[in-house]
């Protein structure tokens, strides 16, 4: 059963970076509030301008609920999927004018119309007044071919800007895809969509000025290429692009994708093959393909991004990028050496006392942090700077 639990009577357990911190550094305390529990495998959060929360869960439901957590409703209208494995309902965001045209995107595993096989979607809709239903359902975007398989659907989505800090929405739709597992030798080939970024305009239509528009034997939907599962994507302060994605065994990645860009999965991983040996001929580095801003080894399984734009935790943490740990159940806290860019100077281990796996991290419209934990009975936790000296 869904059920709300608010700001008062809760106790709050005590998250503290780890001893990563730089010498002489002070760890910024955080208490977590449970906005909601009982989610089922939640994916991922988005904020509506009046306070209430829409939650995906991988089962095939999106829920409303209130600005307490209270649960208001089960929004219908979604269209069929396949939700097995990795596989259901994923991504959803809401358009930049969404106080307007009441318009959400989101991302799922979309069965054929025969068979076993499927692949990631991206459709849009409107959101009735109330948050009832869908209604204006259009499917943007089908990634080909579909496959038969429950792994590796990617799905992220995030609406690009102008470039600079003050960019406007440009009406274009990022979208991560991931390599369906099985396919991987797909990431490096241009006539597929596995393994991809891919770039559409909201009315899913192909930006005539994509790197592969009009190319012969590449799709015109394409980005960059030789992703291989990515699971979180944010836009930056000043309008850049960045992702990260599972490696294999070790080899996570965070990249920031440029058009046309080949980030050479599988070709070069800092991962091995589960259970061990080299992938391919074991490279790390091969010419014409991308390093990655940095990476990760043992994996931390990283799934949700975002940027801290916000003071609310003082100055400490504005400019630090955060992202969730399926694997070891943490939030990552990541310093860079510029403010929203440069390179990763230093992690900080949050949230290690909650035992949850970190699907989903986002910032809301109040400045603070809020995670969605993955289990059965997944909650929607709101972080609040413990004020100085608790």
């Known amino acids: 059963m869904l059920t ?52 995906t869960e991988r089962a095939g439901r999106l829920r409303l609920l209130a600005a307490d957590g209270k649960p208001l409703a089960t929004v219908a209208g979604l269209p069929d999927m396949a ?27 979309e069965p054929a119309v025969t068979g076993r096989a499927n692949s990631t979607a991206l459709a849009s809709a409107s ?10 359902l259009k499917v943007l975007f089908s990634q080909k071919p579909k496959v038969a398989s429950s792994a590796h659907f990617g799905c992220r989505i995030v609406e690009s800007r102008t470039p600079g800090m003050h960019g406007r929405p440009d009406g274009k739709l990022f979208l991560t895809l991931g390599e369906r597992f099985s396919r991987k030798e797909d990431a490096q080939k241009l006539d597929n969509h596995h393994g991809k970024i891919v770039r559409i305009n909201k009315d899913g239509s192909v930006p005539a000025d994509n790197p592969f528009a009009g190319k012969a034997g590449a799709l015109p939907e394409i980005w960059s290429y030789g992703h ?19 490696g294999p065994q070790g080899g996570d990645e965070i990249n920031l994708p440029r058009p046309g860009a080949n980030y050479g999965w599988p070709d070069i991983t800092y991962g091995e093959n589960y ?14 393909m991308e390093q990655p801003l940095h990476y990760w080894v043992p994996s931390i399984a990283p799934s949700g991004m975002a940027f801290l734009a916000s003071e609310r935790y003082g100055k400490a943490w504005q400019g630090n990028l955060f992202v969730g740990s399926l694997k070891y159940s943490y939030l990552d806290r990541i310093e860079l050496s510029v403010p929203f860019g ?5 992690e900080h281990k949050l949230l290690t006392d909650v035992g949850e796996r970190i699907r989903d991290v986002r910032q809301g419209p ?24 608790k």
């Open 4 to 55: 709300a639990l608010g700001l008062r009577g809760i106790p709050a357990a005590i998250a503290i970076a780890s001893n990563l911190l730089a010498p002489g550094a002070q760890a910024q305390q955080v208490r977590t509030d449970i906005v909601a529990s009982g989610l089922q495998n939640p994916w991922a959060l988005a904020f509506l301008p009046d306070g209430r929360f829409l939650v």
């Open 83 to 109: 939700a097995a494995g990795q596989g259901g309902l994923l991504d959803v965001v809401t358009d930049s004018d969404f106080a307007r045209n009441r318009t959400l995107y989101f991302c799922y595993a």
């Open 127 to 136: 959101l009735t007044t109330d948050g009832a239903r869908l209604e204006n």
């Open 228 to 246: 291989r599962n990515a699971q979180g994507a944010t836009l930056a302060p000043d309008g850049t692009f960045w992702m990260h994605e599972h």
């Open 275 to 288: 259970g061990g040996g080299p992938i391919g001929e074991g490279l790390s580095r091969k010419t014409g």
């Open 342 to 346: 440069g390179k990763v100077v230093r």
């Open 366 to 389: 109040d400045g603070l942090l809020y995670v969605l934990t993955d289990s059965s009975n997944g909650k929607l936790i709101r972080l609040l700077p413990e004020p100085p000296g």
